[in-house]
Antibody, heavy 125, light 107 residues
């Protein structure tokens, strides 16, 4: 079955650290860009970071730059998000998402075609 | 960053109604616009990509249109399972950004 399963969420104090994992199965993980997307309680979706197939390119939303690190292990079909210096505003459900990229002539269309169920991160004292 | 603004923020409608949700980008994004449906406690689900292409398995009552800065998602005849929150997303530039969501409720 094609799926993504996140783990590693929990309660952490402000300033603390947490490492999220996403286990991929049922598809060739190493062929896809991957992202983390979060959703604060009762709020909308916010993209956090993404990483290229071989890990050579990584991008982050400004609010997490210097605090979060995205990485992957293609041999283990796994995606990670190391979160340091956590703040109350980082409280959210964190989703792992696959990016599907399609070439149309000179341009590339991409979108999130597969999502995990999410893992809740709560930053509170 | 490109700002995405959806309207309305919430909408009440009845089964069988035709519904249109609008998404506006703060600058031109060509057709780099995707739509997702999210139900409470669930992950988002892709409906439409590249502004008007229907994702495989999505019912044909869903359709998308637009280019540049203005886009619409239309549900031609609402079904009970369509009551959810809908998000647009631009994939034109990094960071990718989402609209604030449109909550579709039963009237």
């Amino acid at each position: 079955e094609v799926q993504l399963v996140e783990s590693g969420g929990g309660l952490v104090q402000p300033g603390g650290s947490l490492r999220l994992s996403c286990a991929a199965s049922g598809f060739t993980f190493s062929s896809y860009w991957m992202s983390w997307v979060r959703q604060a309680p009762g709020k909308g979706l916010e993209w956090v970071a993404n990483i290229k197939q071989d890990g050579s390119e990584k991008y982050y939303v400004d609010s997490v730059k210097g605090r979060f690190t995205i990485s992957r292990d293609n041999a283990k079909n796994s995606l990670y998000l190391q979160m340091n210096s956590l703040r109350a505003e980082d409280t959210a459900v964190y989703y792992c998402a696959r990016e599907l990229r399609l070439g149309y002539g000179d341009y590339v269309v991409w979108y999130f075609d597969l999502w995990g169920r999410g893992t809740l991160v709560t930053v509170s004292s | 960053d490109i700002q995405m603004t959806q309207s309305p923020s919430s909408l009440s409608a009845s089964v069988g109604d035709r519904v249109t949700i609008t998404c506006r980008a703060s600058q031109s994004i060509s057709s780099y616009l995707n739509w997702y449906q999210q139900k409470p406690g669930k992950a988002p689900k892709l409906l439409i990509y590249a502004a008007s292409s229907l994702q495989s398995g999505v019912p044909s009552r869903f359709s998308g249109s637009g280019s540049g800065t203005d886009f619409t998602l239309t549900i031609s005849s609402l079904q009970p399972e369509d009551f959810a929150t809908y998000y647009c997303q631009q994939s034109y530039s990094t960071p990718t950004t989402f609209g604030q969501g449109t909550r579709l409720e039963i009237k």
